[in-house]
């Protein structure tokens, strides 16, 4: 949550020349998002986000991400579309990093999502998995099963240094879902990131979908399962019961209806889901120092979500 | 630079109805400023911005500080004025901070100003004294004369770790600073901080003047003098030349001529605006622990002015 890269405001004016967006008007860092530094730029053309790509992102994925939401913005889903420069080119280099100026979405994160807009978030959800269906790359979901046991062998003993319950949760959730992990789900381009603060929102609209920088190529209903554990628990862990659920997914299917296979699959695909950010989560937690500029987020608030969806 | 407060969307869209500013549209928190928590807020009626106060403003200078933003908005200089809600409080309590909603401005701050804006930002200075002449408040600066000998105190051994030869400039400084210190220059409601970054600029013009909770009241060459030591070296202390020197104060000049007594003590006093930020940077410098949200100022920058000024 953090401005890392900083940029002075004549480098960004004579960036800024290389597009038809208009002269610089205003510019403040914003303190917006883990993995990069986000400027909010406004010109004489409009407003826009400049977006440099700290370490976490790799470079040699930026234009499959770019491509991405290009293609999607173009589909006319509420996606930010990277601007191109006058030589056509998105992807740049500024301050000595990755950088790319986007179009600029209103709305505002929700923090407790209302199940209209949960509906509403199923919906573009839907719209997104039909929309990159002709999206003609693929990147592999780095955070699946394999990706898991790396990270968990990763943790060693730190687990139990969170939680004493730690190791034999993640231990037994990974036997069990290496043994049931689906293996013929539809597939497609996933968003696999889709919490309420990757979502833009007038009222109960979806204004923006944001944020692409997990997504890859996996099964459509994982990416369900991933912001149903998203979307439907408070910071906690704790279920906000069956209203937010049941919006989600019914926006989802309206759309897009789960086959047979899927539904069935749904509740093992909402427990990857949890472990996947557990994982994350946890691997941050021991090693992220305290005192950084990055607020570490409690990694048992996923281990409740995974016991929710094991019991139910 | 950073955002400390987090205030979740709903509790915002909740406080801005106490404002007949319209619906929240987008907040972005920017991480601007070390001393609050800023974010740029837009609703269906404009652009905003909210500042949440954090430990280092003392609540009870609040007034003064906001009083005198008005004050000079409706003087018509470009300085952002709170935004009063429905029963007339600009001063409100939001996330168990004061906070305040507050005129946005365009304009970017220039890290290497040029003549032209520098002539811009002395006139401006100029127009803010004048338009403060008839602003009934009065605040005693508190980073004077007593409040260096006070840091200089609070530093002890502290200065030597920073520079060897610090604690001896700082010493011969304050003696010499105590001896010669003018008593009677025109005094009035000082900005006390015109850096560049305190300046929004659209080209040659100053289309806003920012942060003033360093206001008080001084002499006002001692305003001119510590924006001659803001905007006159590069980031290390070395000396710009006289080019911007002489734009700032020539652009001060042609609205408030200095009077024989203030140009005769202007370089003293520029070296009382050096010492300022030396000690306040020493402080910070020592007492800001490493990893800390915070950028350290290397303090040695202005102890390179300090000898300029003491050589000129």
């Known amino acids: 949550m953090a401005v890392y890269t900083s940029v002075p405001s004549e480098m960004l004016a ?5 597009y038809d967006v208009g002269a610089l008007v205003s510019a403040k ?25 700290e370490k976490r992102v790799t470079p040699e994925d930026l234009p499959y991400f770019l491509g991405l939401t290009a293609h999607l913005s173009a589909a006319g889903l509420p996606v930010p579309a990277p601007i191109a420069d006058r030589q056509g080119r998105a992807l740049q280099r500024l301050s000595g990093r990755p950088a790319c100026l ?7 994160s929700v923090t407790r999502p209302e199940p209209g807009l949960a509906h509403a978030a199923g919906a573009a ?5 039909e929309a990159a269906a002709d999206f003609p790359h693929d990147r592999a979901n780095a955070l699946s099963l394999p990706g ?35 293996r013929s789900l539809p597939q497609g381009t996933i968003h696999a ?39 439907c628990f408070d910071a906690e862990g704790a279920y906000l019961g069956t209203d937010v659920s049941d919006a989600l997914i019914a926006g989802y299917q309206g759309v897009r209806p789960l086959s047979p296979a899927e539904s069935r699959a749904f509740p ?18 021991l090693n992220t120092p305290a005192g950084a500029l990055v607020t570490r987020k409690d990694p048992m608030a996923f281990a409740r979500r995974l016991l929710h969806y094991r019991a139910s």
Chains 1, 2 share one sequence.
Do not use: K, M
């Open 148 to 182: 898991w046991q790396s990270l968990a062998e990763a943790l060693g003993g730190g687990a139990a240094e969170i939680d004493a319950g730690l190791p034999v949760l993640i231990a037994e959730e990974l036997a069990a879902l290496s043994d049931l992990w689906p």
């Open 125 to 129: 959800l839907a719209q997104l998995h």
């Open 193 to 231: 990131d889709l919490f309420p603060d990757n979502v833009l929102a007038l009222d109960d609209s979806v204004s923006g979908i944001i944020d692409f920088y997990f997504a890859c190529t996996d099964f459509l209903a994982y990416d369900l399962a991933v912001a149903h554990t998203a979307w």
């Open 102 to 108: 986007i179009e600029f979405l209103p709305g505002i």
């Open 14 to 18: 004579g960036f800024l020349a290389r």
């Open 29 to 53: 860092g914003i303190a917006e998002g883990v993995e990069n530094s986000n400027y909010l730029v406004e010109t004489t053309g409009g407003r826009f986000i400049l977006t440099l790509y």
């Open 268 to 285: 093992l695909l909402c427990r990857g889901a949890s472990l996947r950010f557990l994982l994350t989560r946890a691997y941050d937690w």
